[in-house]
């Protein structure tokens, strides 16, 4: 196959890596290179055997770039990518797409005219774990869905400094949903399907010296009636990206950048009346979301929970290519689930049975 040759426009640190995913046999060939600094031109053509063009109309006019990597600052979006499908050339460009509705209307149309394929960088519906919750909603296994809920943040606050072009307040009007929220936005409708209205909050609540929002919360409503709600932060202690969607008959969340998913039926709350004791439910309730282990727990023998641990905690999960979600995750009873060490799984099995033991007491006595 011939591959699509293509121009990176902006060399910055995403710049380079969609240039070494291209690099990855996906039918791309970097070609060209231009930026507003010659030394970081010259740094990329070296590094990735391109040319190196002194500037976006040099790219536009050279026959032998097809296409267009766009990495630059989010308020030139617009008119690069009107610019690049009037002289032919195929667009894709990063998150967000544009800063306005109208803009996004009128690149939009300026594509679809030139008749150039137009891509936007939300790479984040397609991680493995999204797939596989896409499938389970599809597949009505979490039943109707009701609520999705998820938050997308970082700590890249603290290293933002007056300057930099991420800290003006045009360039980022809508603070860390400008771009990390974005990302999770464009998932929840992959999900969920399309956003009727929303109603958002953002302010300034950690970050000094630049000029920007640190912090949004923002309240979702769908064209099916479902709701949904997401929190997004630069200024967060560690990075955190998870996603839930609950469902009137399970519950399901993706946590670590969709390296892990989770499922939790409705039919295990059966069991929770014979368990009174808090300490015991947590345990069981955060660690043990399967219902082979909840049907063994209390249907069966304590020689079955201990079994199907065994059996499943070392093994590769689901058919239908669960290997995609991410090391350290197993299928017990048809279920994604995960127990984290050793320890905790002895534990698991000793609370199981001291259960299963109380139970068969319980019953003999009645």
């Not at 990735?48 to 002194?54: E, G, K, Q, V, W």
């Not at 306005?100 to 005219?113: F, G, V, Y």
């Not at 300034?204 to 949904?228: M, N, P, Y």
């Amino acid at each position: 196959m011939t591959p699509v040759r293509v121009a990176a426009v902006g060399v910055g640190g995403w710049g380079r890596v969609l240039a070494d995913a291209a690099r990855k046999d996906t039918g791309l060939a970097i070609v060209a290179c231009t930026s507003r600094s010659a030394d970081n031109r010259a740094a990329f053509a070296k590094a990735y055997a391109c040319r190196d063009l002194p500037s976006f109309d040099a790219v536009l006019a050279d026959r032998d770039v097809e296409g267009v990597l766009v990495t630059t600052p989010h308020s030139v979006h617009a008119e690069q990518v009107v610019a690049a499908a009037e002289a032919g050339k195929h667009v894709f460009v990063d998150k967000p797409f544009t800063l306005t509705l109208a803009d996004a209307k009128r690149a939009t149309d300026a594509c679809r005219r030139a008749r150039v394929v137009l891509g936007v960088g939300h790479q984040r519906r397609r991680q493995a774990a999204h797939r596989a919750l896409k499938r389970l909603i599809d597949e009505g296994t979490l039943g109707r869905p009701t609520q999705i809920e998820g938050n997308f943040s970082a700590n890249i606050g603290f290293t933002l400094k007056p300057g930099m072009w991420r800290t003006v307040r045009a360039e980022t009007p809508g603070g860390p949903m400008t771009n990390l929220g974005i990302h999770h936005v464009d998932t929840y409708r992959y999900l969920l399907g399309p956003i009727v209205r929303v109603l958002a909050l953002v302010r300034r609540v950690a970050l000094t010296g630049v000029e920007i929002d640190d912090s949004t919360s923002v309240l979702f409503e769908f064209a099916s009636g479902s709701l949904g709600y997401l929190g997004t932060s630069w200024v967060h202690a560690n990075r955190t990206a998870t996603i839930t969607v609950h469902g009137t008959e399970a519950q399901a969340w993706s946590e670590e950048d969709g390296a892990r998913l989770f499922l939790a039926r409705r039919a295990f709350q059966v069991g929770r009346q014979l368990v009174t004791n808090p300490a015991i439910w947590r345990v069981l309730e955060h660690k043990l979301y399967f219902d082979e282990l909840y049907d063994a727990l209390f249907y069966r023998p304590a020689v079955a929970v201990s079994a199907a641990l065994r059996r499943n905690v070392e093994e590769p999960v689901v058919e239908r290519s669960l290997d995609e979600i991410g090391s350290g995750t197993i299928q017990v009873g048809g279920e994604v689930a995960r127990v984290q060490s050793g320890l905790l799984r002895m534990y698991a099995v000793a609370i199981a049975f001291a259960v299963c033991v109380l139970v068969v007491v319980f019953v003999a006595v009645r």
